[in-house]
C-alpha cells in the first residue's frame, strides 16, 4: 500500500483505513450475482424475446422491455458501484501491485473481442452490435462498441481512478457526474460507446468512496422496513416522469441512478440475509463467465428447434403465459449453460480464458529463465 496521498484544497483523499483490504461482504457477492442476472435477463428480453415474439404476442414483449428498461438505471451503474468497490484498495498501491487490474479485464476484452466476432461473423440472428471487420476491430480496441463493453471499462476505468486518486474525491466525482449527464450529447451511433463515457462516476464512487458506499449499506439496510419502499416510489416516480421534462438521456439515467443505486444496494443488503444469499453469492463470484458467454448462448436459443422456443402462433392465454415466462427461464438456462462451459473449460486447461496468465514465481538461482517459463504452466488468478 502506498503512503497517503497529499491533500488539495483543505479535502483529504481516501484514507488508508477506508482503502484497506476488508473482509468479503456478502451483500457485495450478492449484489454482484443479482445484477449479472438482470443483465442477461435484459438481453433475453431485447435479443430474444423482441425477435421470436409473433404480433399476436406483442404486447407482452412491450411489458418485458418497459420492465427491463425501467431497471436500467440500477442494473449497471450497481454492477459499477462494486466493481469500484472491490477495486478500492487497489487504488493507491504502487503500479507495480495494482497493474494487473487494468491488464486483467483488457486482456480478458481483447480475448472474447476477438472469440465473440469469429462467432457473431458466422451467427447473424441475435440483434447486437457486430464487429464487421478489421478496421471495426482496431477501433474497438480503442474504444468499446460491443457487447463486452464492461471489461474494456474496467481496465480503463480503474487506471482513470488510480490516476485521479490523488485529487479531492469530491471535485472529481462532481466532474465525472457532469460527464455522464452529457455523454449522449457525444455524437457517437453505437450506445456502448456512450456507456463508457457514462458510467465512470459509479466506478469512481465504489472506488474513491469506498466509507460512503458502505455507509449507505449499513444506513439504508438498517432502515429499510421503512427507507426501501419511499425509495421505491421515488424511483418509479423519476422513472415515469423524468421523460416528460426531455433532458438528454443520460442525464435521465444519472438522476434515476441517485436514487436506484441505494434502493438496490439496500436491497441486496436485505437479501443477504435471507436465504437466498448464498446462491445469489455463489453466482456473484462468478460473473466473469456468465458476462462473455451469455451472449452467444442465447444466440443459439434462436436457432433450437420450435418446441423449445417461443410459438409464432401463440395465442390465448397459454401463448402468453409462454411468451411471459420465457425471459426467465432462457435467463436461468444461459447462466446455468455459462457455469457449466465455464467448468467443463477449466478442466479442458482453458484458464486463460477467463483470468491474465501470471508469470511463474522465480526461484533461487532460476533468475531470468523461470520468467521465461512457458506461460501453459504459469498459475492464473480468478477474477470476476
Known amino acids: 500500500m502506498g503512503g497517503v496521498p497529499p491533500q488539495h484544497g483543505g479535502v483529504s483523499a481516501p484514507s488508508p483505513a477506508a482503502t484497506a483490504p476488508r473482509k468479503r461482504l456478502l451483500w457485495v457477492d450478492v449484489a454482484k450475482g443479482l445484477c449479472i442476472l438482470l443483465v442477461v435477463l435484459h438481453h433475453a428480453v431485447v435479443k430474444d424475446l423482441a425477435v421470436q415474439a409473433p404480433p399476436a404476442l406483442a404486447p407482452v414483449a412491450d411489458a418485458w422491455a418497459a420492465v427491463t428498461m425501467a431497471l436500467k438505471p440500477v442494473r449497471m451503474p450497481l ?27 483488457y486482456y480478458l476484452y481483447v480475448v472474447w473481442l476477438v472469440l465473440q466476432g469469429a462467432f457473431f461473423s458466422v451467427e447473424r ?31 480503463v476505468y480503474f487506471a482513470l481512478a488510480r490516476l485521479l486518486s490523488r485529487f479531492p474525491r469530491e471535485r472529481v466525482l462532481l466532474v465525472a457526474a457532469a460527464v455522464s449527464a452529457l ?17 465512470f462516476t459509479f466506478f469512481a464512487l465504489g472506488a474513491l468512496a469506498p466509507d460512503l458506499v458502505r455507509r449507505v449499506a449499513d444506513r439504508v439496510g438498517d432502515r429499510a422496513r421503512g427507507l426501501l419502499p419511499r425509495l421505491a416510489v421515488l424511483y418509479l416516480a423519476l422513472v415515469v416522469l423524468l421523460p416528460l421534462v426531455h433532458l438528454p438521456r443520460t442525464a435521465d439515467l444519472l ?28 453466482i456473484g463470484r462468478r460473473t466473469l463467465p456468465v458476462y462473455v458467454l451469455h451472449a452467444p448462448l442465447l444466440a443459439l436459443a434462436l436457432h433450437l428447434p420450435e418446441p423449445l422456443r417461443v410459438s409464432p402462433l401463440g395465442r390465448g392465454y397459454l401463448g402468453w403465459l409462454e411468451a411471459a415466462a420465457y425471459p426467465v427461464v432462457l435467463t436461468v438456462l444461459a ?34 529463465s523461470a520468467r521465461r517459463a512457458d506461460p501453459a504452466q504459469a498459475t492464473v488468478a480468478a477474477r470476476s
Open 79 to 105: 454492477f459499477f458501484v462494486l466493481s469500484g468497490l472491490v477495486a478500492a484498495g487497489a487504488v493507491t498501491r504502487p503500479w507495480s501491485q495494482a497493474r494487473r487490474r487494468v491488464l486483467s479485464p
Open 125 to 155: 440472428l441475435l440483434p447486437m452490435n457486430r464487429t464487421q471487420d478489421l478496421a471495426e476491430l482496431a477501433g474497438d480496441l480503442v474504444w468499446a462498441s460491443t457487447g463486452l463493453w464492461f471489461l474494456y471499462a474496467l481496465a
Open 183 to 199: 455523454s449522449g450529447l457525444v455524437p457517437t451511433e453505437a450506445w456502448n460507446r456512450t456507456s463508457v463515457l457514462f458510467h
Open 255 to 282: 438522476v434515476a441512478s441517485a436514487v436506484g443505486v441505494p434502493l438496490g444496494i439496500g436491497l441486496c443488503v436485505r437479501l443477504a440475509r435471507g436465504p437466498a444469499a448464498e446462491h445469489l453469492a455463489w
Open 335 to 368: 447462466v446455468g449453460a455459462a457455469l457449466a462451459l465455464h467448468a467443463g473449460l477449466q478442466r479442458a486447461g482453458a484458464s486463460a480464458l477467463f483470468a491474465l496468465p501470471q508469470r511463474p514465481a522465480a526461484g533461487p538461482g532460476t533468475g531470468r
